[in-house]
């Protein structure tokens, strides 16, 4: 009786360390293997916990999406009815990355060799502060308004445009020639001038 009680010890101990090394293969605490577990447990694999990651959240939740710089963006500008009511220059921003990017607000724009930003249009929808997802290839257009009803007035053909964050900040700026509608390049005249909000439809198209 004696051997047999010492044989079963000893096959029970040989089964403990076993597992015991089993846990310890898969990242498991020695502790956590039950004193009368048998040599046919498995404990479960561990895994680690990824490092948090920087991202931008929206309503809908989270989002890699970036706000865009302007540096991925490919610029043109059509000088549309010169001299005439309704004169603006429409600015198309394609985005050229191959990731999409938001847009909001208006972009920051500076005519001619003046050093005021141009204000928001009244005339404009109030708000600009939804974000717009711009996709690789995709569109977005403003519209600078145009205005010759007081002196003095002031002519050019380029400008400077920069886009902005949600708090206003804005990012490289990039100059623009203005050109008309056989592509060239056309001066502008005005004495006061504003900008609409980014849209995803063209101001003014008619």
């Not at 939740?61 to 500008?77: F, H, L, N, Q």
């Not at 009244?122 to 257009?141: E, L, M, S």
Request: proline letters at 8%; a neutral charge; hydrophobic letters at 35%.
């Amino acid at each position: 009786m004696r051997t047999s009680r010492t044989r079963t010890a000893a096959l029970t101990a040989t089964a403990t360390a076993a597992v015991t090394l089993a846990m310890t293969a898969f990242g498991g605490p020695a502790s956590a293997v039950p004193a009368d577990a048998g040599a046919g447990s498995r404990p479960a694999p561990r895994t680690s916990a990824a490092p948090h990651a920087t991202a931008s959240f929206s309503a809908a939740g989270p989002t890699a999406t970036r706000a865009c710089d302007g540096g991925e963006m490919s610029y043109s500008v059509l000088h549309r009815f010169p001299k005439q009511r309704g004169e603006h220059l429409l600015i198309t921003a394609t985005n050229a990355d191959s990731k999409p990017c938001w847009v909001t607000s208006s972009p920051s724009v500076i005519l001619g060799d003046t050093a005021n930003v141009l204000p928001h249009s009244a005339k404009d929808a109030p708000g600009g502060t939804t974000r717009i997802t711009v996709r690789p290839g995709g569109k977005v257009y403003s519209a600078v308004n145009l205005f010759t009803d007081g002196a003095p007035t002031r002519t050019a053909e380029d400008f400077s445009i920069a886009m902005r964050d949600l708090t206003g900040d804005t990012g490289p700026a990039s100059e623009l020639t203005s050109f008309d509608a056989k592509g060239i390049p056309s001066k502008f005249t005005w004495s006061d001038a504003d900008v609409t909000n980014w849209n995803t439809a063209k101001p003014y198209d008619f």
